[in-house]
């Protein structure tokens, strides 16, 4: 596996940080927390769309944080479970492997 492709996965479990702060952050540090997963979030996504496609990047970057964040509010938060959002977000993640297994792998920057 590419690192690069790893840094997008961290870069997703970011933004289901960020996302999960924006809602539940109570304190101070809790939203300093939920500003630094935003910076590292962010900050990974650039570096990354700077070396690989930004499309397949920004796509799996939004389906990962989008799939993570319906598991986290059920798993920690309280939101009630679906198998309905749980297919759904299988098929979602199902789109995202395609889409990455389909797109050249050649690096940007070096283009």
């Known amino acids: 596996m590419?690192?690069?492709?790893l840094l997008v996965l961290i870069a997703g479990f970011?933004?289901?940080?960020?996302?999960?702060?924006?809602?539940?952050?109570?304190s101070?540090?809790?939203w300093l927390l939920t500003v630094l997963s935003i910076a590292l979030s962010f900050g990974l996504l650039i570096y990354c769309s700077s070396h690989l496609p930004a499309a397949t990047v920004y796509a799996s970057f939004v389906g990962?944080?989008?799939?993570?964040?319906?598991?986290?509010?059920m798993a920690v938060f309280g939101e009630p479970f679906s198998w309905v959002k749980v297919i759904l977000v299988a098929?979602?993640?199902?789109?995202?492997i395609g889409l990455k297994s389909v797109t050249a792998e050649k690096?940007?920057?070096a283009s």
Request: net charge negative; proline share 0%.
């Open 28 to 30: 101070l540090f809790e």
């Open 14 to 26: 970011f933004e289901v940080g960020w996302a999960a702060g924006l809602k539940h952050a109570d």
């Open 2 to 5: 590419n690192t690069k492709w």
């Open 64 to 73: 990962l944080g989008t799939a993570g964040t319906v598991l986290l509010d």
């Open 91 to 96: 098929v979602l993640l199902v789109g995202i």
């Open 107 to 109: 690096d940007v920057a």
